[in-house]
């Protein structure tokens, strides 16, 4: 190895020492685990004759023919060794039913480890855990009703917000054995009623219920009660994985089950259009934004918070933008919005160049409050968010509606029309002026002046020219260190500038400011602002104000003059002195 290639090597890897080693220990702590909410689990297991049926076969993931019966039980194990879905918190119970009720009590109940996980699945894989009985009824009410007894066990048990999930899967309709005593229609009532109590209650219902279905079922059927009648009777959700994505029936089973869990930390649902479901910005008439104020409701028994909103213009669908538009109609039918022109006249905001058009919470976070917290005698709360658009300089005038989506910690789904009108504008070439002198001065400092520059441009919309008289008014500046002013009345000696813009002559219209700095003046950064006035009847809208930066250097004299004033003085001292001792000497 050369003299050189091993001198590279030796900074290479001191830059590596000096840059890893500072973070090392940040990274070697351990991180905070990500927050799991309680949950249960109560799965009823169809376990009836026809669910080992041969008519009924269907493809592995192998490809190999098997049962709905072992398409159902590998689900259960890939459901099981899924982590983000049971989670160490979660607390799970079997339960099959037939012609006889079977809780598999002797299951274990939660998956605090890897080990335990294991276990479990082992007792599903095992055909002596769980087997299907070949001439087996399906008694759906007793199932139902021992899931009840579970659910009540388990709530009692856990937090008051734990959503408890009761998931049937089966492959049939309620065919209950002879002599049975209980009937799918009196269950329901009563887990319905269990239901509203807890909703009374809590706001919210922490008991959910969907049913599976594991092959093409009847929505009725003379004679008896169908699966998607249960979920019905229930307030659940039928789950029909005929319909669900391509891939094995395990795979269909498995994708289902999670579905369930899609509200598991709660919903945030808008208001109807014409309630406060839209975002109505109007017309912008600050010259940078607009507020509107939007009502929303938070469905969950948790505190969820509200941390942020995005456009979701450029990616909607056809169907998304009539449904958007649609919104926007019918809520100015009813008066709750009024916009600027016919709707269907409206473009589409993803047209608006990117960057230009931005959105915020007004202010910041928002928490919404637990949903028990929002019930009232009324019915339904809203809680009001204000949101803000801002619109950049480059943002072309018109009107505008397209959609947003609301990023909370729990589920929001729903898409958040809104519409803006951006009138003709009056825009400058930049937010920021910038000016840097040098106070002038050998052997003291000297009065100097200078400029500031800009221009000022015209954003038309529907105008074919625009006249506007604009009122350039600077302001004091301070400066940075805060104890130093630079006087309004060395900007334009204290007086407004004002300019007629006419763009059927020039697009733009430079402006020149200039500046008077005194011999006096302290050296710093001064920092203030220009503001930009139309006349009150005006087409167009002015800009923001202009920040501007004044940077005045000291002169030669006042950067030597801390260490030359002592030095002369100094000498000054010195020759006095020699001075005196020549004329004493004299005498």
Known sequence: MTYKKTRLYLILGWLVC???????????QPQPAIEQRASNFIFLIDVSGSIVSKKTMVNSTFGAQITLFEALREALKRIVMDERLITTNSRISFITFGTTINDKAGWPESLKNSEVRKDLIEKISSSEELQADKHGDTYMAGALDKAYEKAELLSASSEPCATTFIIMLTDGWDEPPRGATLNVQSVARKIVNKQNEIRRRLGVNTWQVRVVGLQRLPERKAGTTTA???????????????????GTVADRIAEAIRKTVSDL?????????DNGGIAAFGTIESGVESTASIRLNSRSCYAETLTGINDKSRSLTPGQVQQVRSSLSAAEKKGAIKTSGALNKYDLASIIPKGELNFRLKDGNVLLAPRREQVSKSGQVWQPVAVVAEVGIR????NYLGALALNT??????????????????VTDRQTIVCKIRKPGFFGAQSSNAEFKFQINAQISSEQQLKEQVTVDPSSA????????????????????????????????PITVPLK???EQEPGMYQGVIKLEVAPTSKAIAPPDIHFTLDILPSPWEEVAPVAIPILAVFGVLLLLCVLIAVTMRR
Do not use: H, M, Y
């Not at 910690?409 to 009056?426: C, G, H, K, N, Q």
């Open 409 to 426: 910690t729990a589920t929001a789904d729903e898409l958040l029309p809104f519409f803006i009108s951006v009138p003709s504008r009056l």
């Open 517 to 519: 700095i005194p011999a």
């Open 395 to 398: 943002c072309p005038p018109g």
């Open 265 to 273: 930390q709660g919903r945030v649902v808008l208001a109807p259009p």
């Open 478 to 509: 301070k400066s940075s260190k805060g104890n130093q002013v630079f006087q309004k009345t060395l900007i334009n000696g204290g007086r407004p500038i004002v300019v007629d813009i006419n763009t059927a002559k020039a697009e733009a219209l």
């Open 228 to 246: 998607a009648e249960v979920a019905s009777l229930l307030g659940g959700e039928f789950l029909d994985i005929a319909k669900q994505s391509p």
């Open 18 to 28: 000096c840059l890893v080693l500072p973070v090392l220990p940040s990274l070697c």
